[in-house]
């Protein structure tokens, strides 16, 4: 019997031992929790980066292709959406959503449809991101 007890005890240290180290591995020195706690975080996460890549890389292919009905060339963040600046008698001509304009009206804010859509995937992934750090 004593042999059973000790037994017992060896495989709950060995089962706490096994916690630590799979705890290790998924919440990192910040107590943030790291891609490796799950398949499916990471996949969710890959996804995400991938389509903030593929929006920079849209942008910088529509600017690069608009630059005449541009009143700016850079990537402009307004009521947290990335837009681009256009003179407004051709806002509608990037297809999209007009998010803002400027005060002298001169300048219309533009969320290029194709943005919208990744927007609208991350946004989607960041749901399903934290409903997954809920279950971990």
């Given amino acids: 019997t004593e042999f059973i007890e000790y037994y017992k005890i060896i495989n709950t240290l060995t089962f706490?031992?096994?916690?630590y180290r799979e705890l290790l591995k998924s919440i990192s020195?910040?107590?943030t929790i790291l891609d490796s706690a799950s398949i499916k975080l990471k996949k969710i996460r890959n996804e995400i980066s991938n389509c903030e890549a593929d929006i920079s890389n849209k942008l910088k292919r529509i600017i690069a292709?608009?630059?005449k009905?541009?009143?700016n060339t850079e990537i402009i963040y307004r009521n947290g959406k990335q837009v681009l600046a256009v003179n407004s008698s051709y806002k509608y001509s990037l297809g999209g959503i007009v998010v803002?304009?400027?005060?002298s009206g001169a300048t219309s804010y533009v969320e290029?449809?194709?943005v919208y859509k990744l927007?609208?995937?991350i946004n989607i992934l960041k749901q399903e991101e934290q409903e997954r750090l809920r279950l971990a």
């Fill in 119 to 121: 927007t609208s995937r």
């Fill in 112 to 114: 290029p449809e194709e």
């Fill in 65 to 67: 292709n608009n630059l």
């Fill in 100 to 103: 803002d304009e400027s005060s």
């Fill in 16 to 19: 706490v031992d096994n916690l």
């Fill in 69 to 71: 009905i541009l009143t």
């Fill in 29 to 31: 020195n910040d107590m």
